[in-house]
């Protein structure tokens, strides 16, 4: 079961960091997990993934907790171009099989 | 360099009728997956194609078909459509199975009257 769980909304304010938070309890120990945004009338767009460690990249950072079961994307200045739906998905191993859940719809408020 | 091209972006078929959806994925990139995005179910998976192989498939009925050509093209077709095949139909291109980043195109839009 590839199953994981993020709030339905959230909402911030602009120049402000975000934290979108995710949980995967059932996540085993070589899953990565991935980030993807879709924004309105386009397809989905890579973010962040990573398996231990946090990482970084131009556009967030990931936190992924020390027993792995959670992780939290994190957008460090919102922008209006952020509001976007946000999946945190674990990607089936050895395959493009993404599963995604109803995501995480990030509203930016100016 | 070019990302992944789906073609047409929109159409408008009839009950009964048939469908073919074409994805150009990125130069160089092996492996393509197809998506259908629709608001109740949100985004599942139909299938994923390398080196012109199916390598997994998705819970669909046999109505949705695939397959991928030499130069890593991919075509999805769907027979017999149904009002519930309306949707948006999502390309995805990867260098290779299993790789960090998913690459996605904007979709063809499907109306089914």
């Known amino acids: 079961d590839a199953k994981t769980t993020q709030p339905n909304s959230m909402e911030s304010n602009e120049e402000e960091p975000v934290h979108l938070p995710c949980n995967h309890s059932?996540?085993?120990?070589?899953?990565?997990i991935h980030w993807y945004r879709q924004l309105p009338s386009q397809g989905p767009e890579y973010v962040i993934h990573?398996?231990?460690s946090n990482v970084n990249n131009r556009m967030a950072s990931l936190a992924i907790a020390e027993d792995r079961k959670s992780s939290t994307l994190i957008l460090h200045r919102a922008t209006l171009r952020d509001a976007a739906v946000y999946y945190c998905i674990r990607p089936i191993q050895g395959a493009q099989k993404l599963v995604f859940g109803q995501g995480t719809r990030l509203t930016i408020n100016p | 360099k070019a990302g992944v091209t789906q073609t047409p972006r929109y159409l408008i078929k009839t009950r009964g009728q048939q469908v073919t959806l074409s994805c150009s994925p990125i130069s160089g990139h092996r492996s393509v997956s197809w998506y259908q995005q629709t608001p109740g179910q949100g985004l599942q998976f139909l299938f994923e194609?390398?080196?012109?192989?199916?390598?997994n498939k998705g819970n669909f009925p046999g109505r949705f078909s695939g397959r991928q050509f030499s130069n890593s093209r991919s075509e999805m077709n769907v027979s017999t459509l149904e009002l519930g095949d309306s949707a948006l139909y999502l390309c995805a291109s990867s260098l290779a199975l299993a790789t960090g980043e998913l690459f996605f195109g904007e979709g063809s839009r499907l109306t089914v009257l």
């Open positions: 059932t996540i085993s120990g070589t899953d990565y």
């Open positions: 990573g398996l231990t």
């Open positions: 194609y390398f080196s012109e192989t199916q390598r």
